[in-house]
């Protein structure tokens, strides 16, 4: 076990709360923006509505959650709630360097 099981859950719901965030911000700078977006399957999510594509990634997104909360215990969960958390975390920062301070 490399991480603690409330360092797991911090990650996972570090991760759920950044999920919201950048579907929120997806929202507001490919739906009502200038931006693209680049997922197939998300972009059609996004043509029916902006409800169903919030709904949709956040399902998916709970799911997997759900997974690795369920399979805490096993290295290979940690070592994906970790990277789950670290790339949702570079994605916000990201999301904040290049739609707000240029």
Known sequence: MIFSEKITKFFLYGTMFFNIIDAFVTVRVVKYGHLEENNPIMK?????????????KTTLVAMGVYILWKYRNKLIAQIGA?????????????????LYLK
Not at 82 to 98: A, E, V
């Open 82 to 98: 970790y990277f789950c958390f670290s790339f949702y975390w570079t994605l916000i920062c990201l999301f904040y360097h290049f």
């Open 44 to 56: 059609y999510m996004l043509d029916i509505g902006v409800l169903p594509f919030v709904a949709f």
